[in-house]
């Protein structure tokens, strides 16, 4: 599989809002390291795009433009672009990937750590393949959080699965059954193999398709539904996710910037949903919703 790895060069003062840029455009994944050039201190942000039809760049460049011409960037920056493919990015971030505590009782490990450990009942095993959401980002790590806390032990719908992170979560929190589904057909590859390397396979059924076709024949509505998307993702959500859902189900959603939270908060009150926890983190946030009535 191809990529494009988009390479920010930017103040460190703009690191981190240029990190969450990269995500809103649909990264799957960001990498920050000092650089220097014509010995002044920068940072370079990169990103990484599906290559098939990937805008990503052009996506990037607008939006620096904007925050150019309304004076939130100061100093020089530029933007430039690469292809590669799998092997030769997906290394390179696996080294950043360690152990990493979730919650009081979950750990997420790295395949390659695993031996020799002593695990926890809620620790997830996870080899990340080329999908991120290892729980490393915030926005993973808070729904896991949320899953916890608001979770069921009837059926789960974890839409955009990647990895299959949240999904194993749901299992391991006391889920009946779990449906991840996610378009890409890597990541469904890899979310399967690490609902096996968990045990949780008789639980958590992994498919490559979207919402309708993947819920085509299934007799009940979900008790939790949970998705960690881009924002303009979850909006169109709201719009179908109700046939779905329980009228008592819970929603998690995350993947969203604070300057999208109130189209959020806006779309669930239109769809008739209540916001039961919101959280925010480095500047993300993740919301823990319910129907009314």
């Known amino acids: 599989m191809q990529w494009q790895e988009v390479h920010v060069i930017i103040s460190p003062g703009a690191t981190e809002m240029v990190a969450l840029l990269l995500y809103e455009c649909g990264s799957n994944g960001a990498i920050v390291e000092d650089t220097k050039i014509d010995d002044t201190t920068l940072v370079r942000v990169t990103g990484y795009f599906s290559l098939g039809g990937s805008q990503g760049k052009a996506l990037v460049v607008k939006k620096m433009k904007e ?3 309304a004076g939130l960037i100061n100093g020089p920056w530029h933007v430039t672009t690469k292809d590669v493919d799998d092997t030769s990015w997906l290394y390179t971030w696996q080294d950043y990937f360690h152990v990493t505590p979730i919650t009081d009782t979950c750990r997420v490990i790295p395949y390659k750590e695993v031996s020799g450990m002593s695990l926890q009942e809620k620790d997830i095993i996870i080899d990340p393949g080329v999908s991120f959401g290892s729980g490393l980002h915030v926005t993973t790590s808070m729904c896991m959080q949320l899953i916890e806390k608001c979770g069921t032990q009837g059926h789960v719908l974890d839409i955009g699965t990647g990895t299959g992170i949240l999904a194993i979560m749901a299992a391991k ?48 509505r979900a008790d939790l539904v949970v998705a960690n998307l881009v924002t303009d993702a979850i909006l169109a959500l709201f719009t179908e996710i109700g046939h779905y859902m329980d009228m008592q189900g819970k929603l998690i ?3 969203i910037i604070d300057e999208r939270i109130q189209d959020i908060r806006s779309a669930a009150s239109k769809y008739g949903f209540i916001i039961l926890e919101e959280h925010l983190q480095e500047g993300w946030y993740a919301l823990c919703l319910k129907r009314e009535g």
């Open 173 to 220: 929190c006391g889920a009946q059954e779990v449906i991840a589904v996610d378009l890409d057909e890597q990541a469904v590859i890899q979310a399967k193999k690490n609902v096996l390397c968990n045990e949780v396979s008789s639980r958590v059924k992994v498919q490559q398709s979207d919402l309708v076709a993947a819920l085509a024949g299934v007799s009940y």
């Open 67 to 69: 925050w150019e011409d």
């Open 253 to 255: 959603i995350s993947g």
